[in-house]
């Protein structure tokens, strides 16, 4: 292969039919922003929708805006969009509460119906968060599951399925990896042995295409402000396959997801729809913010997305071949383009000084325990130039010996 | 008693104190807000608040706000600002969640407290959405628990609290009647008899003096979007006593709330203060607008706040003896000042039409089921002329038969 050079990357920007919706973003000049897969950034049209939420329908309308508004349906209207997303039909999704407590809620419901099995699948990598709730949720129920973590989600895990399963619990793209687990072909395989399978696609939303309904699968949960650029902390959804949700229960039984919230009736009876998962009354202005972000995904083609995202992907892998392969990073990530999600991620045993210096010159990125550096890939507003620009930011870095200085290596909260 | 005229009512204006603090707010012109219990209004600070922290915080600081801009730790520091409003100390406080998602975590955490006793004990009438959580958790715990729902929480709830009592939960200011439960009493009554105690203080949080510490209490709810005017569906909060905290646990273990959320552990290890109640990510944008309304807070006492309400409600009920006695009207709150939280209810067997006739007229009150006309009291914002206008409003509409039209007749979702 040719060497790379800059000019091979101004090109690829010059074709991308994506390029002009990084004009959607309010994005700091100077910085190249590769933590789309922690936050995503603000939305220009957010400001003006967050303003007009802020000042007419709150400080005019007050009370009256719940129904003028339509305030009250935001959790329905909004999964309805993000459904579009995941291929999801009408009415399968909620915008409620945060990705965990969603899991609680889903994970509660899969296991009142799956009866006298025993046993839960799922992953040693998955999301830490998604296993203390699994534990939890275990712990509630009377501590009467077995728990199976299996090293990674690949063929390995059909021998792992059975008539004892209650419930195959999996990320779609594991956050550290970036690797992908085959929601077609375990959820498949779960079926045929009678088990209910459980998504997270908080990595995979707004970045990859998705079939949910189509796959059939029965629950997924997801969250809106990373690749959906909801804004920090932005609300979570949960998806419920139709046919399931008559079936359904979950122990979160809030006013907002009765059938009628405004009766006040003595007894719980939940909504005969999605809307069953909603407990509290949601953060409208939460809400808005999230309205306002998913718009930007109407006009847009998430299998172009996907396109974008694997060539920006390999052109990263093949630029730190060329430019830093002397200095001890390793890929993290699959290399092939079929198994990975979006986003590319590295091991080098000075991974976090590393991320910190290449942060103070203005390439984003994340670290993330014991020695990874991770950098989510983001079609809508990122550059193919800006994979360059980093990749060779990270080169001048490594070849000075500016990351070995103290400052970068006082680790903060969050990074 | 002389006939009060409207001078009466401006000359109260006059002397109070509270007087200038209806600047803070942006209030539609016109508009009398009798709601605040409901949904509380837009303070004008937090236009210029949210307005910073989307641009700014989250647009340019993107990720790295949740250290710079200490995003990460609002939850906590929101937590201390409200633990100053309800007798809390330092640290017993936590913004997060909603407040049904918080009753749940602190049922159960009381529950498990309690071993072997079997009896939870309630109200009737308390907010649906609580004994839905109630009927939840019970559920959720193997459905061994016992319950029971008194009519009133006066003096009769002594009889039914004994060594079986597990948990004694309440609502501080009933939402309909406006009656107040005597926290300080009934506390004292359930750790007389080994019981533990949670409060809901949704309707008293921002309107009456409360000192939940000294009072012994061990659990309690609340919610910032009503008086604290922390914008629509703002987040819940939660309060533990301190003597508590090291031994409870609950079960919506989510990585927020872990003792080291960055170090992604395997194992859940909750955090060792009050964030163990944490879950989820929090979503930023909606603690903004909280931590923007708890400001105007801390020039303001609580105590001249809970006499501007006595007042108020004194001079709306006296109006409503003189102006509107004929028309068939019965007050619904305790007619006793002391037993009654910052709210006028009546009740009418016309009052869904009515109250959407007043509101058509510009005075915002809520109505309801099944005939209660509800009337928020808001010292912070609301002036004495504005009970005389909208008490010869109502008397208006009562004179004629406008609110007999079909228009103020159809029940629409929310009131």
């Given at each position: 292969?040719?060497k790379?050079?800059r000019?091979?990357?101004?090109?690829?920007d010059?074709?991308?039919?994506l390029?002009?919706?990084?004009?959607?973003?309010?994005?700091?000049?100077?910085?190249?922003?590769?933590?789309?897969?922690?936050?995503?950034?603000?939305?220009?049209?957010?400001?003006?929708?967050l303003e007009t939420?802020?000042?007419?329908?709150w400080?005019?309308g007050?009370?009256?805006?719940w129904?003028?508004?339509n305030?009250?349906n935001?959790?329905?209207?909004?999964?309805?969009?993000?459904?579009?997303?995941?291929?999801a039909?009408?009415g399968?999704?909620?915008v409620?509460?945060?990705?965990?407590?969603n899991?609680?809620?889903?994970l509660?419901?899969?296991?009142?119906?799956?009866?006298?099995?025993?046993?839960?699948?799922?992953e040693?990598?998955n999301f830490p968060?998604?296993?203390?709730?699994?534990e939890?949720?275990?712990?509630?129920?009377?501590e009467?599951?077995?728990?199976?973590?299996?090293?990674?989600s690949?063929?390995?895990?059909d021998?792992?399925i059975d008539?004892?399963t209650?419930?195959?619990?999996l990320?779609?793209?594991?956050?550290?990896?970036?690797?992908?687990?085959?929601i077609?072909?375990?959820?498949?395989?779960?079926h045929?042995?009678?088990?209910?399978?459980?998504?997270?696609?908080?990595?995979?939303?707004?970045?990859?295409?998705?079939?949910l309904?189509n796959?059939?699968?029965?629950f997924?949960?997801?969250?809106?402000?990373?690749?959906l650029?909801?804004?920090?902390g932005?609300p979570?959804?949960?998806?419920?396959?139709?046919?399931?949700i008559?079936?359904?229960?979950?122990?979160?039984?809030g006013?907002?997801?009765?059938?009628?919230?405004f009766?006040?009736?003595?007894?719980?009876?939940?909504?005969?729809?999605?809307?069953?998962?909603?407990?509290?009354?949601?953060?409208?202005?939460?809400?808005?913010?999230?309205?306002?972000?998913?718009?930007i995904?109407?006009d847009v083609?998430?299998?172009?997305?996907?396109?974008?995202?694997i060539?920006?992907?390999?052109?990263?892998?093949r630029?730190?071949?060329?430019e830093?392969?002397?200095?001890?990073?390793?890929l993290?990530?699959?290399?092939n383009?079929?198994?990975?999600g979006?986003q590319?991620?590295?091991?080098?045993n000075?991974?976090?000084?590393?991320?910190?210096?290449?942060?103070?010159?203005?390439?984003?990125?994340?670290?993330?325990?014991p020695?990874?550096?991770?950098f989510?890939?983001?079609?809508?507003?990122?550059?193919?130039v800006?994979v360059?620009?980093?990749?060779?930011?990270?080169?001048?870095i490594?070849q000075?010996d500016?990351?070995?200085s103290?400052?970068?290596?006082q680790?903060?909260?969050?990074?």
């Open positions: 292969m040719n790379l050079t000019e091979d990357f101004t090109r690829l010059q074709i991308d039919p390029a002009e919706v990084r004009d959607e973003f309010t994005l700091p000049q100077d910085l190249i922003y590769f933590d789309g897969n922690s936050l995503g950034p603000l939305p220009k049209r957010t400001i003006n929708t939420m802020i000042q007419k329908e400080g005019d007050l009370i009256s805006s129904n003028k508004e305030w009250i935001m959790p329905r209207v909004l999964g309805n969009k993000i459904a579009t997303l995941i291929g039909k009408s399968e999704v909620v409620v509460d945060s990705t965990s407590v899991l609680f809620k889903v509660t419901s899969a296991l009142l119906l799956s009866k006298n099995r025993r046993n839960i699948l799922s040693a990598g968060s998604d296993l203390y709730i699994l939890s949720v275990n712990k509630m129920l009377g009467s599951y077995e728990r199976y973590l299996i090293e990674e690949d063929y390995e895990i021998k792992y008539a004892s209650a419930v195959v619990m990320s779609h793209v594991n956050y550290k990896t970036g690797r992908i687990s085959d077609k072909r375990i959820t498949s395989v779960a045929e042995k009678g088990a209910l399978v459980i998504w997270d696609i908080s990595h995979s939303v707004g970045v990859m295409p998705l079939d309904h796959c059939g699968v029965d997924a949960v997801g969250c809106t402000y990373k690749h650029n909801g804004g920090p932005a979570g959804f949960l998806y419920v396959h139709n046919s399931l008559e079936k359904v229960s979950q122990p979160l039984t006013w907002m997801g009765h059938i009628q919230p009766e006040f009736a003595a007894d719980y009876q939940p909504a005969n729809d999605i809307g069953k998962y909603i407990c509290g009354t949601p953060p409208i202005i939460a809400y808005k913010a999230i309205e306002s972000s998913l718009a995904f109407e083609s998430m299998k172009v997305v996907r396109d974008k995202s060539q920006l992907s390999e052109m990263m892998i630029l730190m071949q060329q830093c392969a002397t200095f001890g990073f390793e993290f990530s699959p290399r383009a079929d198994q990975r979006s590319v991620s590295f091991a080098h000075n991974g976090f000084s590393i991320m910190q210096t290449l942060i103070s010159h203005g390439v984003v990125g994340d670290f993330r325990e020695n990874i550096l991770r989510g890939i983001s079609p809508l507003y990122m550059r193919y800006d360059w620009d980093a990749v060779i930011c990270l080169r001048q490594m000075t500016e990351w070995q103290e400052q970068f290596n680790r903060s909260f969050v990074t």
